[in-house]
């Protein structure tokens, strides 16, 4: 079985060699645990990082590494924020499809993953969404209904299957 998590996460040599200022260590922490944990019954498992990130310099070029034997392959080379949202938004299935996986795991929930997931239900590619953080009332009421509907589109294309954590836990979507 090949497997491919889709996640937003960065690597500690990208992180200091590009300047990279947004990056989430507990991301990675878990993107990787889950990873290697699946790596002893599965065929082959792949990281597809969208590579979506602020840095410190004006061009970035992200370099492909392996973490705990892993391949960790980064989508956006970009560092100007409308044209690496849209670069990721039209070219991620390109990039999954290219890696020919029978089970794509994304992690969390951003509206860049929508064309991807969507060709992906319809080429009836098994998909799971590991959900870390749930939708926060605190963000306001127009962010509040934003995410839910992207949440709840998300987790119908995937057929429900979903990895819940922390407060999603016992919630019925």
């Known amino acids: 079985m090949r ?3 889709v996640c937003n996460i960065f690597d500690n040599e990208n992180i200091d060699k590009k300047g990279i200022v947004s990056d989430s260590p507990a991301a990675f922490v878990k993107v990787t645990s889950v990873c290697s944990a ?8 792949e990281i597809l990082s969208l590579g979506i990130c602020n840095s410190k ?9 392996f973490i705990n034997e ?9 560092n100007n924020k ?23 795991v994304f992690y969390n929930y951003t509206i860049v993953y929508f064309f991807a997931i ?9 998909m799971i969404i590991d959900i870390e953080d749930g939708v926060n009332k605190e963000l ?23 990895l819940t954590v922390s ?5 019925k979507y």
């Open 3 to 5: 497997v491919l998590y």
């Open 38 to 45: 699946l790596k002893p019954y599965v065929q082959d498992i």
């Open 57 to 65: 310099r004006k061009k970035i070029k992200l370099n492909d590494t």
């Open 70 to 78: 892993i391949p960790l392959r980064y989508v956006n080379k970009l």
């Open 82 to 104: 409308i044209l690496r949202n849209l670069f990721v938004l039209f070219s991620l299935y390109r990039f999954i499809k290219k890696r020919n996986p029978e089970i794509v």
């Open 118 to 126: 969507v060709r992906l239900k319809l080429k009836k590619i098994k």
């Open 140 to 162: 306001g009421l127009l962010r509040f209904f934003y995410r839910s509907l992207v949440l709840n589109f998300y987790i119908k294309c995937t057929n429900g299957y979903a």
């Open 167 to 171: 407060e999603l836990l016992g919630k």
